[in-house]
């Protein structure tokens, strides 16, 4: 059955490792990072410091690639949230009213889901994982057909250098993955690129749930609302009976990571509840900021010739604005269409099959950065600009419209197309919904 390389062992790397082990005999992850010995930070991933919301498309793809994961999270104290029931968002139009969705995921931290994947892992006897070694290039056969390995080097100590060879490659080293440069190196071209830049900063604390608060909802969002407001923010509630509170801010309005200006921002949101709730709650971590967040597409699939045996996925082909919580979704979506091309002897086809998950999440991301006067980027059209003025009437019709809101968390959560939204007894609603109504 031959061998398989993932490099990088992060969320996109993990679960195409995962579903790899069904093509070919090893599987060995090669990951810069030593790991730590539980679900803790490591620097390969800095953004795991910040609140990451597992959508619920995710949550059922990682569950299905790992049977009995979520009893796993559900033993270690993650939260079952149900959305619209133990979510609360203020938006648009206010609060909007408290409703049984069926739509469920975890509000479990960044580092305990890797964890508890990376765990699944190193239990199976044919994955293997070499820490502490950064790729540094492609190895091909002589006529530069095929990739046939990667070129790796020991971080640290005797600086060893190695080929590693295998008979399919996947990239899933991140944003600053360095594959157009592998690629050019072994004669081919590397791919275009489309950056769409906000300029979104993130500042996040952690806290133990202030004692004696009650609320109904597990986890909190308050939206920004654009143009006019561009400042969120977003407590959940995880494991442990923590809380983790990430505040962010667009066109360069970050949240600053000091104590004070920290609180400041987090009480000039569009409501004080998140300020409210964290006033007396304990501080357990430093402040940490974050503002690598630009949207970044690298169109691989636009290539006129492409190596066979290897395939890019995850962060290192669609970055997006962490704010709208699509990452390690797209990055399963995208295992998901990996795993349908290996399945049909399409291996060829993948970086479109990958172009075409991505095609969506895109879409949503870069539409909705696009309110926003200072985003940098192609610019839009006037389907973009007629997309705001609906989607604007969208939320706030959802606060009086259970049937919507219910199709509203299912697109948002990646269980439903957006079309959905534009359905004829929507679309009616929407456009003749008085505009001076809206926020
Ligand atoms: C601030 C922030 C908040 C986010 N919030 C969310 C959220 O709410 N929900 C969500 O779904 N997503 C979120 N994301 C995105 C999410 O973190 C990623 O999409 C997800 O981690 C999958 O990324 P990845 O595995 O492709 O890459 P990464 O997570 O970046 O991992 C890349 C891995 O490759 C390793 N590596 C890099 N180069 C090499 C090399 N040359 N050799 C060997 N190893 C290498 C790195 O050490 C790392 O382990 C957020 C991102 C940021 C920045």
Same mark, same amino acid.
């Given at each position: 059955m031959g061998s398989a390389i993932v490099i990088g062992g992060s969320m996109a790397g993990l679960l195409a490792a995962r579903v790899l082990t069904d093509f070919y005999e090893t599987v060995t992850v090669i990951e810069r990072d030593r790991f730590p010995d539980g679900p803790e930070d490591r620097a390969g991933v800095p953004q795991a410091r910040h609140l990451h919301v597992l959508l619920a498309r995710g949550h059922q793809i990682i569950e299905s690639l790992f049977p009995g994961l979520d009893a796993e999270l559900d033993a270690a104290g993650v939260p079952r949230v149900e959305l619209g029931y133990d979510t609360t968002i203020y938006g648009r139009g206010g609060w909007v009213p408290r409703f049984h969705s069926g739509v469920y995921t975890r509000s479990v931290s960044r580092v305990l889901l890797e964890y508890a994947v990376r765990c699944r892992l190193l239990a199976n006897p044919r994955v293997q994982f070499m820490e502490g070694w950064q790729v540094n290039g492609l190895a091909t056969d002589a006529d530069r057909m095929r990739v046939t390995g990667v070129l790796a080097q020991a971080r640290g100590g005797s600086r060893e250098q190695r080929t590693v060879e295998a008979d399919f490659v996947v990239d899933a080293s991140g944003r600053t993955s360095h594959a157009p440069e592998w690629l050019k190196a072994t004669g081919y071209d590397a791919p275009e690129e489309t950056v769409v830049n906000a300029f979104l900063g993130y500042a996040t604390r952690w806290y133990n749930k202030a004692p004696n !608060?009650?609320? !109904?909802?597990?986890d909190l969002l308050i939206a920004s609302l654009p143009p006019k407001n561009p400042r969120g923010g977003a407590l959940w509630e995880v494991e442990g009976g923590r809380w983790v509170v990430t505040l962010a801010g667009v066109n360069r309005d970050y949240p600053p990571t000091d104590e004070a200006g920290f609180m400041d921002f987090a009480r000039s949101l569009p409501h004080s509840a998140i300020y409210d709730a964290i006033r007396d709650a304990e501080p357990i971590s430093d402040i940490s900021g974050y503002q690598r967040t630009e949207n970044r597409l690298r169109h691989y699939e636009r290539l006129a010739r492409w190596p066979q045996g290897f395939a890019v996925l995850g962060d290192a082909v669609c970055a997006f604005n962490p704010v709208y919580g699509q990452g390690i979704t797209t990055a399963a979506l995208q295992v998901e269409a990996l795993q349908a091309a290996l399945r049909e002897g399409a291996a060829g086809d993948i970086q479109k099959r990958i172009a075409r998950v991505n095609q969506t999440t895109w879409l949503m991301a870069t539409g909705e950065d696009y309110r926003y006067p200072g985003t940098e980027g192609p610019r839009p059209g006037w389907s973009t600009r007629l997309m705001h003025r609906y989607i604007d009437r969208v939320q706030v019709l959802l606060c009086s419209d259970t049937d919507l809101a219910q199709t509203f968390t299912e697109v948002s959560s990646l269980m439903? /197309? /957006?079309?959905?939204? !534009?359905?004829p007894a929507y679309a009616w609603k929407v456009l003749t919904f008085r505009p001076q109504q809206t926020a």
């Open positions: !608060f009650n609320q !109904f909802w597990k439903t /197309p /957006p079309t959905a939204l !534009f359905k």
